[in-house]
């Protein structure tokens, strides 16, 4: 079952980097706004699975989209940050109940599962967008990009989700 | 020594986090200040495959367009060979070697813009050769693999060529600001130099990357730097950024003389 879950998460980490790399990175809204939907991943990711080992995969996951966008590591600090911060940012989004041992997305409510994407979706695009571009000079476009690329990304991600979720991710 | 191992099991997540990130923050960091890193970049062999497989399908919806403007290059350049002295054209010459290549991926959203081509090495693509396209200049090639090359584009905030106005002797530098991928920035031209919007810039004299005269973008607006001395001028690029296909490599064969050269006047300083 533990084997199954993590073959499962390496199955959706290819399937994310490609449709990152070959799709989302490419539909330039307006010119800038690539939503970052590989941000799922951390979303998916089983709650109670080893949590060094979901951080490795999160810098995998981040550096292979670095990779093939040329950007260095921005990709992997992004996706690093957002998988070191998943289990406070559930306290936070689900409360105590979160720590039980029965625990799935099933107990918890629509707005509850939204907030904590939403959060998920911040954190990956403040880091991402502030280290993109590194120089206070332009404060205003990386809070524009991060403002617009976070709305488009959070679209894309519940329409996703909801295409592509599991019984047990819902 | 034993509570030590413990405190860092017990913390293990924190610890792995930490390491990662300052692995990523270094190379980060440095690649904003040289150049991109070697070892990270898309011109690896797993990228530039499927970068390549991706390309060899969405390459037929726009043959149509792209044959166009193939046909309109070669009827340009028919007329100027057609019109040019016979002697123009002897092998001695032929300073300037060409090949020929395909973009397999571009982007034009980030603030460091690179551009995947498919060809590399063994076609003898090398770093520091200039790339354009029928209508203007595109970038300079920062990485090569074997077969595949990874251009930095003039969209990009490290990027910096010597340009001037057309047919004169002013030149400054073209940079990017990371605001528009219409426009791009010419600094440091003097004070004094009379202005006109829509005047022609072309790439200068004074690299041995690019030759001279090839054509870059019009004169949108200038306005006074804040030293009050110099202008800067915004370009409006002749290629539009979001949708080219077809660009020229070009290989300076006086380049390495020129460089030595340098060298050796500063060697002797």
Request: proline residues 3%; aromatic residues 12%; hydrophobic residues 45%.
């Amino acid at each position: 079952m533990q084997n199954n879950l993590i073959l499962l998460s390496i199955i959706r980490l290819i399937l994310l980097v490609f449709a990152q790399v070959l799709i989302f990175n490419h539909l330039n809204f307006y010119g800038y706004i690539n939503p970052l939907v590989y941000v799922l991943f951390f979303y998916w990711y089983p709650i109670r699975e080893n949590k060094s080992l979901f951080i490795l995969l999160s810098f995998i996951l981040g550096l292979f989209i670095d990779i093939f966008s040329d950007t260095t590591a921005l990709h992997a600090m992004a996706a690093i940050t957002v998988a070191f911060s998943r289990p406070l940012l559930m306290r936070f989004c689900f409360g105590v109940n979160f720590e039980f041992q029965g625990f799935t997305y099933k107990n918890t409510t629509k707005v509850q599962r939204a907030t904590f994407l939403l959060l998920l979706i911040l954190i990956q695009h403040i880091v991402y967008f502030s280290f993109e571009i590194l120089s206070f000079s332009h404060l205003l476009l990386i809070l524009k990009k991060i403002l617009f690329t976070a709305i488009v990304t959070f679209l894309f991600s519940i329409l996703l989700s909801s295409l592509f979720a599991t019984d047990q991710d819902i | 020594m034993q509570r030590i191992i413990n405190f860092i099991l017990n913390n293990r997540n924190t610890f792995l986090y930490v390491v990662l990130l300052v692995f990523s923050l270094g190379i980060t960091i440095k690649s904003h200040s040289y150049h991109q890193s070697r070892y990270f970049n898309s011109t690896k062999w797993i990228s530039g495959t499927i970068y390549g497989i991706s390309h060899g399908i969405t390459n037929y919806f726009n043959l149509k367009e792209e044959n166009k403007r193939l046909v309109e290059e070669n009827q340009q350049l028919r007329e100027q060979v057609l019109n040019a002295p016979k002697e123009y054209l002897t092998d001695s010459t032929l300073n300037f070697e060409i090949v020929p290549a395909q973009i397999i991926k571009n982007m034009f959203a980030s603030p460091r813009n690179y551009i995947t081509l498919d060809k590399g090495e063994k076609h003898g693509i090398k770093q520091d050769m200039g790339v354009i396209t029928p209508l203007g200049i595109l970038g300079i090639v920062e990485n090569t693999s074997n077969g595949f090359t990874v251009v930095q584009s003039i969209l990009n905030t490290k990027s910096n060529i010597n340009a001037k106005i057309k047919n004169t002797n002013y030149f400054g530098s073209l940079v990017w600001n990371a605001k528009d991928y219409h426009i791009v920035q010419l600094i440091d031209i003097p004070r004094s130099v009379p202005l006109v919007t829509g005047d022609t810039i072309t790439t200068g004299a004074m690299s041995s990357i690019f030759p001279e005269n090839i054509p870059i973008g019009t004169i949108k607006s200038f306005e006074l730097g804040q030293n009050q001395s110099t202008y800067t001028i915004d370009v409006t690029l002749f290629n539009d950024m979001a949708n080219v296909k077809n660009v020229y490599v070009i290989k300076n064969k006086a380049r390495k003389e020129i460089i030595d050269l340098q060298k050796a006047v500063e060697d002797a300083k």
